[in-house]
């Protein structure tokens, strides 16, 4: 009954490759994120969708791409991993933007 | 750029002392929300203030806001070894898209 699940939970990998990361909520929310959290714990919006349409979508290469089949998915693509992509990202939800629920995040290593 | 500046980056005390940390953003904000991060884990929403409100409680947490300084704070009282984790403010700016911009977050370590 968890509300907010990304899988995998670790993601290894080489240089090069391409990765998908999934996240799935049960809350009937209409929105969903992705967030970026770096070595240092600094966290930073990369997607926002609602009701499967992209609404924010900031500076991020676009090797990265989000993809919602539904209001209750939101899953990230990344192209071509670079060793600067080695981070934890996580996926939330709202109803509106005030209370956002975080999934516990995937962490991506590469090698 | 990054909306919050928190201080202090890590802080650490004694289990059933008062842990004060402090968050500054840069524009005008419609409302300040903290979330606590537990290691290896998701954020997960603690309190919300308005722009309109000073302060806040919530059991033990009490949060206040001066938007004449752009600086809020978070009073976690009589604190517990539970309460180790990594603090974050988040502000959603006046006027912006649906964006919540978080702070640098300030580490707290409750020793037992």
């Known amino acids: 009954d968890t509300a907010v699940s990304q899988t995998p939970k670790y993601l290894v990998t080489q240089m090069g490759n391409d990765k998908s990361i999934k996240c799935e909520q049960n809350l009937g929310h209409d929105t969903m994120y992705w967030y970026k959290q770096d070595s240092k714990k600094f966290l930073k919006i990369m997607f926002s969708?609602?009701?499967?349409?992209?609404?924010i979508n900031e500076t991020v290469p676009n090797r990265f791409s989000p993809k919602s089949p539904d209001k209750a998915h939101l899953n990230l693509h990344i192209n071509s991993l670079e060793l600067g992509d080695s981070a934890v990202y996580f996926c939330?939800?709202?109803?509106?933007?005030?209370?956002?629920?975080f999934g516990p995040g995937t962490r991506l290593t590469v090698l | 750029s990054q909306q919050g500046e928190e201080d202090p980056q890590a802080l650490s005390i004694q289990e059933g002392e008062n842990a004060t940390m402090n968050c500054s953003y840069k524009?005008?904000?419609?409302?300040l929300q903290w979330y606590r991060q537990n290691s290896g884990r998701g954020l997960v929403h603690l309190i919300l203030?308005?722009?309109?409100?000073r302060e806040k409680h919530s059991g033990r947490l009490r949060v206040t806001l001066d938007t004449s300084k752009k600086s809020s704070s978070l009073l976690i009282t009589a604190s517990r070894a539970a309460d180790t984790a990594s603090y974050f403010c988040?502000?959603?700016?006046?006027?912006?898209?649906?964006?919540?911009?978080f702070g640098s977050g300030t580490q707290l370590t409750v020793l037992p």
């Open positions: 939330a939800s709202s109803q509106d933007v005030l209370r956002q629920f």
């Open positions: 524009t005008s904000i419609n409302n």
């Open positions: 988040a502000s959603i700016s006046s006027g912006s898209a649906r964006q919540l911009t």
């Open positions: 969708y609602n009701n499967k349409e992209l609404i």
């Open positions: 203030i308005r722009s309109n409100e």
